[in-house]
């Protein structure tokens, strides 16, 4: 079962404001036909993730971000940030931001199991998200878009409490990419969703079965109402460091990727210091 387009830009059109139809009406998207582009985006579904993330983003984490001017308008580019929080609602969170102040649309790329989830995975590649595939990410900055890369992936997003703001084991994928398509890669770090639902348990063989890479048991129902902090560090110039025929020398891809890694880590540490303890202020 899926939305018409035409019922998804009705249902968006009345929770948008005349300055975000506008944005949504206003976006670069390449239409293969119908209005789709050749991965499942379509305008009208982007609009309506917007409506649905817009109340969460304004006024239920009260999101403030510093540094998004760091992020190329156009042209290829990575956005590479740090995962947590039991539920995905920093990648949402991180789609809003670059949509508002960007004003380009972001690609999250994830995890293949999100792809299967019924409504859920059409859904969100209506708004632009893809499977991690090596062709699907290749293909997208060869056409210049941007990309949303969480390199700690399920380990990250599924950490224990104990382990908060702990980068978990940061895979090399992005830098690869980077280096090949000579694209800068933007380091972000997020502060707050680790604290928003912490877990007791993961239930590991029930969520096989329910084709999950696991099934969390939070401490609450839903994520606390804590305030997120975005903060966008300088691009990292791949293009100047190494050259395209470099992504394929394993030991210069873990070096880029370090690099990466340690820009995430500085700006949590910032982050965090900014924060002052304070988690709902």
């Given amino acids: 079962m899926s939305i018409p387009p035409a019922v998804a830009r009705a249902l968006a059109h009345a929770r948008l404001s005349a300055e975000d139809r506008a944005l949504i009406d206003a976006l670069p998207i390449a239409d293969a036909g119908y209005g789709y582009d050749p991965f499942g985006l379509h305008r009208d579904f982007v609009g309506l993730s917007l409506a649905i993330t817009r109340p969460l983003y304004d006024r239920y984490f009260r999101v403030r971000s510093v540094g998004a001017e760091h992020v190329p308008p156009t042209g290829p580019v990575i956005v590479a940030a740090n995962h947590s929080g039991t539920l995905p609602t920093d990648a949402m969170m991180l789609w809003t931001d670059l949509l508002l102040k960007v004003r380009r649309p972001p690609r ?101 079965r329910l084709g999950l890479p696991y099934l969390p048991v939070p401490a609450t129902p839903l994520p606390l109402p804590v305030r997120y902090r975005l903060h966008y560090g300088p691009p990292i110039p791949m293009h100047r460091l190494y050259r395209p025929e470099q992504a394929d020398d394993p030991e210069i891809v873990r070096e880029a990727s370090q690099r990466v890694h340690d820009a995430v880590e500085a700006l949590l540490a910032v982050g965090l210091r900014e924060r002052k303890g304070r988690l709902f202020t």
């Fill in 108 to 208: 999250p790329v994830e995890d293949h199991f999100v792809q299967t989830l019924p409504l859920i995975g059409s859904f969100f590649a209506r708004g632009g998200a893809v499977g991690g595939s090596r062709g699907n990410t290749r293909a997208l900055l060869a056409a210049g878009e941007l990309l949303m890369i969480f390199p700690e992936g399920v380990p990250g997003i599924g950490k224990p409490y104990s382990e908060r703001y702990k980068l978990q084991t940061w895979r090399v994928g992005h830098a690869e990419l980077a280096i090949r398509h000579s694209a800068p890669v933007v380091p972000v770090a997020l502060v707050g969703p680790e604290e928003q639902m912490p877990q007791l348990a993961r239930l590991e063989g029930l969520g096989r």
